[in-house]
């Protein structure tokens, strides 16, 4: 019987974490010896991409019934692929259950590029098929309409109203983000949660205005198939939030908790 005894080891601390930080912790194996291995250890903060802390130790693997080092068993060996130095990332490969190297790449930029990448398969992209067919279905209206097409009636003045409003109100959320603005769902570095302007009533304003632009074109169009196709994306959007609140929950933790208790999502004292 035997067993790996921890004869060594040291840790630099960096900088402080706090409770609302999402940590990075990555571990892997520098060397084996005859009957050594050199682990090392880094957590990193990843909205800063800073250091918290580095860790090292060395392992020594122990007959336990004689109490003295013994060989490390090739089969021990190859279960783990050798990282020299920090020049590398471990990571764990759930599908083989083995650790594996990969070629060193920021952190924010693996997770940015694989939230884009999702979000472009389930919102995106359907979403973009949704509005040129609702759109090219009110357009059709609209030309059967030829000449009243620039007649102000009733419905065409609530449409025209919501379609303003609606531009102007998503117009004012993506000034109030600045460069926290993304057309994809991504947490860029640095990232602050922005709670004034527009966002001190709802948590989306940008869905809110452009919904109220969406449903103003086929109601200016007088279009009930254009409406009842773009209202398909009612489901593309409540899922894209939950994923967004998810995101959002991970980088702010409690600070965006807090604010979710104290606003709706889309509508004020509503939803």
């Known amino acids: 019987m035997t067993r790996a005894l921890r004869v060594w080891h040291h840790i630099e601390r960096q900088h402080l974490a706090s409770t609302d930080d999402r940590i990075q912790a990555s571990t892997w194996i520098v060397k084996f010896s005859r009957v050594r291995s050199q682990r090392r250890y880094q957590f990193v903060r990843l909205s800063e991409k800073a250091v918290l802390a580095k860790g090292e ?63 472009l398969l389930i919102f995106v992209l359907p979403a973009i098929l949704v509005y040129s067919a609702g759109f090219g279905v009110c357009a059709w209206d609209l030309v059967r309409r030829q000449g009243s097409l ?94 967004e609140e998810q995101m959002m929950t991970a980088e702010f933790g409690d600070s965006y908790r807090a604010y979710a208790r104290g606003t709706k999502k889309l509508i004020p004292f509503v939803y």
């Open 57 to 119: 130790t060395d392992w020594v693997y122990i007959d336990v019934a004689s109490g003295r080092p013994r060989s490390i068993p090739d089969e021990i060996k190859a279960a783990f692929t050798l990282v020299p130095g920090e020049s590398q990332v471990a990571q764990f490969d759930a599908s083989s259950s083995r650790i594996r190297c990969v070629s060193p790449e920021p952190v924010e930029r693996m997770i940015m590029r694989d939230s884009i990448r999702k979000d």
């Open 150 to 243: 620039f007649t102000l009636s009733a419905h065409s003045l609530v449409g025209l109203a919501l379609i303003v409003i609606g531009l102007t109100l998503t117009f004012v959320a993506v000034g109030t983000l600045q460069r926290f603005y993304s057309p994809t769902l991504r947490v860029r570095r640095d990232h602050q949660l922005i709670t004034h302007g527009p966002y001190r009533f709802v948590r989306h304003p940008l869905y809110t205005g452009a919904g109220m632009a969406t449903v103003g074109v086929p109601v200016y169009a007088s279009s009930l198939a254009g409406l009842l196709i773009l209202l398909t994306l009612i489901p593309l959007v409540v899922n894209r939030i939950r994923i």
